[in-house]
């Protein structure tokens, strides 16, 4: 008689799960990495602006060279320091800047420190005010011209932005002085407040040095109106600069988002062109602007030199033409060196909310 072998019955056979990978690490690594990341920036600027600098000599010459003797030119650079090598000042510099002591400046011989402090709120209120007037002119402007795409609105507005963006921001200045200081007469022509308010500001006992701030701890709405007044004209000729690039920004992502899929799905069940740009397109546009703020950040710094100068706004960019002028080099390095850390710190904040809002943003 024969036996038939059985086959053991066979392993149910399981389906493999393809192990997820990651796309290259999350949020955290992403925020480590640029964080990390301010620190070469900061001292390859800082150290850029050391070594250009004392490409003209030591600061103590070239600031008081002709207007002192040989002999007290020399007791100056010897008790300053700047008779040692170059390289020794250059690490005692770096040991400075990192303890937030950037030396005490050689024309008006005050700490670099407190003219950062005093000058440096003035030109983030400027910087605020600009942003706030790029905001409201460049976004529904740039949602208007999508909405009119290819149509006589549309081509006006983009030449307006051209205009904007490459209009020299010192011309933008003296022409709009020229229109509502000059001819209209309604906004005053320069400065930050008039004497009156500054003397009510000064004697408040918790000033900040933020003009909005301390004319609302004064009480006076005379006051706050004449802060606000002085500000709309150095914040629309530095805001139209930014302004321009939001417009085409917007324009640009609004017009792309219009022809994604859940638009026209939107589109399908009769959704207005009006409502679908207001509401389906417009968020995921403004995702450009955000991550090109911080860019934005650095050119209004830069505008901000010749903004304050056309409107003598005793900012940083005022100052900085002010010391360049008297040849101050070493109240330079400290200007420069702080406008060098806040473009870094306002990057890095930029990518902060832009890997919070878009999680394509990954490293």
Known sequence: MSTVALKPPSPAIRPTRRKRTSSGGGIGRYLLIRFLLIFPTIFILVSMVFWLMRTTGDPITAALGGRLSADQLAERISAAGYDRPVFVQYIEYLGQVFTGNFGTTISTNRPVSEVLTTYGLATAELVFY????????????????????????????????????????????LLLKL???VWLGVL??????????????QMLPNKTGLYTIDAIQTGSPAVLGDVLAH???????L??????????????NVIGTLGTDYVDAARSRGVNEFRLVRVHAYRPALIPI?????????????????????FEWQGLGFMLIQFIQARDFVAVQGIV????????????????????????VRY
Request: with cysteine; glycine share 8%; net charge neutral.
């Open 179 to 181: 229109v509502f200081s």
């Open 188 to 201: 005053p022509v320069s400065g930050r407040a008039d004497v009156r308010s500054e003397l009510m500001m």
């Open 231 to 237: 500000a709309v004209l150095p914040a629309l000729a």
């Open 239 to 252: 805001g139209l600069l930014t302004a321009g690039v939001f417009l085409r920004l917007v324009r640009t």
């Open 290 to 310: 955000i991550t090109v703020i911080g860019l934005q950040i650095a050119l209004l710094l830069g505008g901000a030199v010749l903004t304050e100068t056309t």
């Open 130 to 173: 600009s942003l706030v007037v790029a905001f409201i002119v460049g976004i529904p402007l740039g949602m208007v011209a999508a909405y009119w795409r290819d149509k006589a609105p549309d081509a006006f507005l983009r030449v307006f932005a051209i205009l904007c963006y490459a209009t020299p921001v010192f011309f933008a200045g």
């Open 337 to 360: 060196a702080l406008l060098a850390v806040i473009v870094a710190l306002s990057n890095f904040v930029v990518d902060i909310i832009a890997a919070v809002i878009d999680p394509r």
